[in-house]
């Protein structure tokens, strides 16, 4: 038989005992809690429901190399003189 969980004393319900998720993050108001229980639920709330503001940044410059704007092209390039006639 496992032992019994530990009693978070600083959570809001001190005579709860907490699932092993929440012990490990103690973090209950920051974090949204799992269980993995509900397959729709995980559907929901995943990445790419909502507007995803930077992600979706983020990922077209990771399709493009992450190319940056203001880089110059090389300046030691050879100079050719122009041809005379």
Known sequence: MAAPLPLLC???????RG???QIVD???SVRVRHD???TKAI???TTGTGRMRHL????RRFRNG???VNVKKAVNAPKVAP???
């Open 83 to 85: 041809a005379k006639k």
């Open 26 to 28: 103690r973090a209950w």
């Open 19 to 21: 699932s092993p998720s």
């Open 10 to 16: 600083d959570a809001p319900e001190a005579s709860h």
């Open 66 to 68: 992450f190319k940056e």
């Open 36 to 38: 993995n229980w509900s």
């Open 43 to 45: 559907r929901r709330k």
């Open 56 to 59: 979706k940044i983020v990922h």
